[in-house]
């Protein structure tokens, strides 16, 4: 049975893979279904209710929050994207070259993911952001250069066995150069682990991006993100449960989402590991 | 006759390593001092047991592994110090096909491109070219060109091995080294690849290394067979004389352990012991020694060398002491 049979087999992933979609077609579309401007203040509705006219409400500058949702669901896939791609790159590209050549190679990059995980990757987060200017190209970077450590150890272990395959000495026999037989034959056979990895690792910047713009050093106001939606509402939870409700379902169903998909697809690629 | 490949003094040894800090305990002489002729458009057979060095020796060939020390000279060349022009001629004139049907193509590969894949390497022709190159050898191993599309999954393992050989003959290589090319099939299947064989030989002028551990089917295909144990060649012979007159102990255990299909006959009972301390630490004699049924005094002091016994017939053994030394 094909990959795409069992991934439509398995109906946890499928509802993954239907709210991966539908926040993609939302913020792809937001300009044109978004009721009202992001920015725009209304002094006369502040903190106003969920209502039809307001879907979820206004925040305490009388803003939409429905549109600004909108407009975070964007930045949010963004930053997921942007960052574990960033992420891939670093690591598909250690991890073959560790895995391919082996011997000192190998030890030096290896050692040096160790270090990495040393550190809570969040603080280490912190820690960079702090120095520099917080935008969202910059939180892009910093989740990509601190996540790609993973990716790395996968990678690593896939080539290990896949180097030693006959299609590979094939390839050495015949006199192939080591970038093509590494780019060319190898790492296609290794991209499935990574794939699920990525996908889960898109769950878990997009938390990051939202913690880091909840403690105010993320995505600045007053561009929407739903970490610091979050924050306007902390200060008002007793008043308007909406400003933080909303946001906080969205980073919940999203992770939840890629997680599902992530491991559908895992499921998919290979039966043997369900459980 | 001038040679196409002559294989000279080959020794590789592998460390054994054990504990944590993978300390070397032991070395295991994989190739043990050979020497080797193959002529143009011959076939030459190499058998032996399982670890034997046969795959180690193949890997040297195919430049895969250094060797500690010897040469491996094709076509005037000698591969292991080969750089730019002259390795790439070494490369294209040396293919190889392996055991493992399943394990020698890329899955992620249309037959298309597995087939053009050495043409890509060495830049031969264009891409509609190395196209239609593609399906002439498909047809040229017997398989159908509509199969150009398909991914590797969806085929048999004789229909694989057809693949292997059609890639391993795209940039119209003069050595072939088949390292065990039929011991993963099915016996009928086994037939038709090695007649494929023997057929493209006849057609494109080719010279084969064919290894096996089966020696009816190394005496099949083959012009000439040379024997391997523990590292070394121990016997080397046309394959009719091998058969006919067998002369190292070695030799006729294998040649008693081929089952004959002959009703009530019962096997002799193998006197080959396995005496696995031996492989890691070769005694100072001969290494069939300790498993000899002939063995005599000078066997374990002195290690035989292969000499010529009969003409063109090759031996190491100290029951067979040359012609020319016997007076």
Known sequence: MGFWSRIFRDKLAIVGLIIVLSFFIVSILTPYIAPYDPNIIDVDNILAPPSWEHLFGTDDLGRDVFTRMLYGAGISLKVGFVAVGLAVLIGVFLGAIAGYYGGWVDIIIMRFVDIMLCFPSFFLILAVIAFMEPSIFNIMVVIGLTSWMGITRLVRAEFLTLKERDFVLAEKAMGAKSPRIIFVHILPNAMAPVLVAATLGIASAVLVESALSFLGIGVQPPTPSWGNILTQGQSVLGIAWWLSFFPGMAILVTVLGYNLLGEGIRDAIDPRLKG | ?327
Request: one cysteine or more.
């Open chain 2, 1 to 327: 006759m001038e040679n196409l490949l002559q294989v000279r003094g080959l020794r590789k040894s592998f460390a054994i390593r054990s504990g944590i800090f993978r300390k070397t305990t032991g070395h295991v002489q994989a190739v043990d001092g050979v020497d080797l002729d193959v002529h143009p458009n011959e076939t030459l057979g190499l058998v032996g047991e399982s670890g034997c060095g046969k795959t180690t020796l193949a890997k040297i060939i195919l430049a895969l592994e250094r060797p500690d020390s010897g040469s491996v000279v094709f076509d005037g060349t000698d591969i292991h110090s080969a750089r730019g022009q002259a390795l790439e001629h070494v490369r294209r004139g040396i293919q190889v096909i392996f055991q493992d049907p399943f394990g020698s193509l890329n899955p992620r590969k249309k037959v298309a491109s597995i087939i053009a894949e050495p043409m890509i390497i060495h830049k031969v022709g264009s891409k509609a070219q190395r196209y239609d190159r593609s399906a002439e050898l498909l047809k040229l191993v017997g398989l159908s060109t509509d199969m150009l599309g398909r991914y590797p999954h969806e085929f048999s393992g004789g229909q694989r091995q057809r693949i292997c050989i059609a890639r391993a003959m795209a940039v119209n290589p003069r050595l072939l080294v088949c390292d065990e090319p039929v011991s993963a099939l099915d016996v009928s299947i086994q037939a038709q690849v090695i007649n494929l064989l023997v057929e493209l030989q006849a057609e494109l002028k080719l010279s084969y290394i064919f290894i096996s551990h089966d020696l009816s089917v190394v005496g099949y295909i083959s012009h000439r067979i040379a024997v391997m144990y523990r590292g070394q060649i121990v016997e080397l012979a046309d394959a009719q004389e091998l058969f006919d007159n067998p002369l190292h102990p070695y030799t006729r255990c294998l040649m008693d352990a081929v089952p004959e299909p002959v009703p009530g006959k019962i096997a002799a009972a193998a006197h080959v012991r396995g005496d696995e301390d031996s492989v890691l630490f070769p005694a100072r004699g001969c290494a069939f020694g300790s498993s000899c049924p002939y063995r005599e005094e000078p066997c374990t002091r002195e290690k035989p060398v292969l000499a010529e016994a009969l003409h063109g017939h090759y031996v190491a053994c100290h029951q067979h002491i040359p012609p020319d030394e016997q007076a």
